[in-house]
């Protein structure tokens, strides 16, 4: 009988591919060096069990916290109130309407529109800025300033949603104020002296006020996408320093250099580029034959400016060392 044939020995000491089996190893990785772990279904690579990098930080739990900061309660507290202090103010006070005048501020005690335009056209220029300011610029560098944002991304949070996240909270509750002072000054005015058709600055005319509602809205909305680059300003200094007080005032001093840059005539056209520039087209909207092209370019610079400036944002956060 034939002796029975045996495969060759193979010089290298493993068995040939038909029968081999995978030497057990005892440091969790298998027989490539590669981490098991990595390979168990449902689990993404380099991830704890059950991460999922889209459900961290939900928007929810960052509208609460901010909510609840009392920064947020005195600013809401201001813009809700000065409405009717405004109306304190006009009944208490002496009468300062001349006749004739067709004033903004003379004419604000014409009706409930002719007061909201009044409130907002006085408080536009500096309070709405130090809201959005406020709420925009504290967002990120108070969490530095806590030293609690190297523990946010630690959770892991990443950078980028943590950014997108808190800057959709603060554009969200700057919106808020800007959107709540108008309607409460509304409120306020109508019920102090009526609801009355609104008569137009300057020229004196009268439109009626089913007429004007649908254009206040568009004021409203117009004064939000005026604040924008108050807002993407604050932002990018809120990504760059731990202050909170530093990002707010710069935000703020930035529409204060705009304002004194717009009053010098000899920029002549330069002065259109200037992000304050056209903050008060809105009240050509107001008028009988509403003229919206200065509120045009207005949105075209604010919304120019905010992008760049938020890219910006962006990509600093992304190379910020949070450690130091």
């Not at 081999?20 to 380099?46: I, K, L, Q, T, Y």
């Not at 950014?163 to 959107?179: G, M």
Request: hydrophobic residues 50%; charged residues 15%; aromatic residues 8%.
């Amino acid at each position: 009988m034939s002796p029975v044939e045996r495969p060759a020995p193979d010089l290298t000491g493993e068995v040939p591919a038909a029968g081999r089996v995978a030497p057990a190893r005892h440091d969790g990785r298998d027989a490539h060096g590669n981490d098991a772990e990595d390979h168990a279904p449902g689990r993404a690579a380099g991830h704890a069990p059950g991460y999922a990098p889209g459900r961290t930080l939900p928007l929810r739990v960052e509208f609460v916290r901010q909510l609840r900061r009392r920064r947020t309660m005195a600013m809401f507290g201001v813009l809700l109130a000065l409405p009717w202090v405004l109306v304190v103010a006009f009944q208490f006070g002496p009468a300062a309407r001349g006749q004739g005048s067709l004033r903004l501020s003379d004419l604000a005690t014409a009706g409930g529109l002719n007061f909201a335009a009044f409130a907002l056209s006085v408080s536009a220029s500096f309070l709405l800025v130090v809201a959005v300011a406020l709420f925009c610029g504290d967002t990120v560098a108070s969490e530095a300033s806590w030293s609690s944002l190297r523990y946010l991304l630690a959770a892991p949070v990443p950078r980028d949603r943590l950014l997108r996240q808190k800057l959709v909270v603060a554009l969200a509750y700057s919106a808020a104020a800007v959107t709540v002072l108008p309607l409460m000054a509304l409120l306020a005015g109508t019920l102090a002296f009526g609801w009355n058709d609104i008569t137009v600055p300057g020229t004196g005319e009268v439109i009626p006020a089913a007429d004007v509602l649908p254009k206040f809205a568009v004021v409203i909305g117009y004064a939000l996408v005026s604040q924008l680059v108050v807002a993407s300003v604050a932002f990018l200094l809120s990504v760059t320093t731990d202050s909170p007080l530093g990002a707010v005032g710069g935000a703020v001093g930035l529409v204060i250099v705009s304002s004194i840059l717009q009053a010098v005539e000899a920029l002549g056209s330069l002065r259109e580029f200037l992000p304050t520039f056209w903050n008060a087209a809105w009240l050509d909207a107001l008028a009988p034959e509403p003229d919206y092209s200065g509120m045009v370019k207005g949105v075209a610079i604010s919304v120019t400016y905010s992008a760049i400036i938020i890219a910006l944002a962006f990509r600093r956060f992304r190379r910020r060392d949070v450690v130091s």
